[in-house]
């Protein structure tokens, strides 16, 4: 959600173009500043910035996106072995290389990624390589007792970019390369893809290997806070997390981790989660997927229907509920005008229920204000105290 100004930004980032009654209310009530999720020396990415929004300290405990990602989708890793995450990515020609056109394979539907990535665990895998099928565009490769020093590049930071240059390097990179090259003949003629392109979508071109790790070793939240926490995400990786934090998966129709996810029943089934779990983190893709389109227009819209659909009935209807208190930030920033993730830091507002009734001042929830305040939190994974203090 978190955005700079720039040349395709406009004079307001989406978050203060936007039109946010709830997310306003929330930051005139109560706290409002700025929260750096990302330490110094690491990636801008929803891995490290929402093991921080959970409490954990990246330095710490970060091993890796894929990892994470394994333990949504109930894959057990050995204390060797090596996760990758696999986007089923599009390419094309521009008569000098191939060029990332897109990470997301055009948003590839769920049933027919999972068609070509049982193929390429079918025709590439054994028992060193497996293949799991995720959602969407996002799965997964596990190397079994496999070589981690290596460099991969995320494929939302190479849109429009030749592959070469960007290519895996470093020991073990020669059977990512293997593999990815091996995909493409496998992926192109897929009957699963050809089916969608006939549909006008976007072909799958070939399989992207990033993000490795190895398993993390991380204290449930409840032994260090002493609370019970459930997650709604469409997203494996945050899920991920939860799962390593001992949160509760709350399963909910109709999310899918992108634009056109179903906001109200994020926020209906929030509610009723509150019912039983002291805390509830709700995590929503959309704003960081218009981001990644260059989209400011679907940015502003996927902000708006958070706002309306989502903070505006639990702060109607938490109350009934007893005291509470409700927090409002970003994993990262992913600015429209970059296409990719940054090292901004990101606004933040807080307020408890009583700090709401009292009702407060006139403050717009956005970079600009949050940054007047003088409030900031330097280190991401505190803000959980934070908001427990409050």
């Not at 005139?28 to 891995?47: A, F, K, Q, V, W």
């Not at 990719?340 to 956005?366: C, N």
Request: proline share 6%; glycine share 12%.
């Amino acid at each position: 959600m978190g955005d700079i100004r720039g040349s395709s930004s406009g004079a307001t980032t989406p978050l203060e173009a936007a039109r946010t009654p709830s997310f306003d209310k929330v930051a005139g009530c109560g706290r409002l500043g700025l929260l750096h999720t990302i330490p110094e020396g690491y990636p801008p990415g929803s891995d490290v910035g929402n093991l921080a929004l959970f409490g954990y300290d990246p330095r710490r405990f970060y091993t890796g996106r894929s990892p994470l990602e394994a333990a949504a989708m109930n894959v057990g890793l050995g204390e060797r072995d090596v996760a990758f995450r696999l986007n089923l990515v599009s390419t094309r020609d521009d008569g000098a290389g191939l060029l990332m056109d897109d990470f997301s394979g055009g948003h590839v539907d769920s049933e027919s990624a999972a068609k070509m990535v049982k193929t390429l665990d079918e025709q590439l895998g054994n028992s060193r390589f497996q293949f799991y099928p995720g959602v969407s565009y996002r799965h997964l490769m596990v190397w079994r007792d496999g070589l981690l020093k290596m460099t991969t590049t995320p494929p939302h930071d190479i849109s429009d970019q030749p592959l070469a240059g960007h290519l895996p390097v470093g020991e073990g990179a020669g059977e990512l390369i293997r593999i990815m090259e091996a995909s493409r003949e496998l992926l192109t003629g897929h009957p699963a893809n050809l089916a969608r392109v006939s549909q006008g979508h976007k072909p799958i071109s070939q399989a992207w290997l990033w993000g490795q790790g190895l398993a993390p070793e991380m204290p449930r939240f409840k032994d260090l806070h002493g609370l019970s926490g459930a997650v709604i995400s469409a997203v494996d990786l945050v899920r991920g997390v939860a799962i390593y934090a001992g949160f509760e998966i709350i399963q909910v129709p109709g999310i899918t981790g992108f634009i056109d996810t179903d906001y109200s029943a994020k926020g209906r089934y929030a509610l009723k989660a509150l019912q039983t779990h002291d805390l509830v983190f709700v995590h929503i893709e959309a704003p960081d997927e218009a981001g990644h389109m260059g989209s400011r227009e679907e940015k502003i819209k996927a902000i708006e229907e958070i706002d309306t659909r989502i903070v505006a009935p639990l702060l109607e209807q938490l109350p009934a509920l007893g005291p509470f208190k409700i927090l409002i930030t970003s994993d990262h920033a992913t600015p429209v005008s970059l296409k990719t993730h940054s090292l901004d830091p990101v606004p933040f507002a807080m307020a408890s229920g009583e700090q709401l009734a009292r009702g407060g001042t006139s403050r717009k929830f956005g970079e600009e204000q949050a940054g007047n305040t003088g409030d900031v939190i330097g280190d991401g994974y505190r803000v959980i105290k934070e908001l427990l203090a409050l």
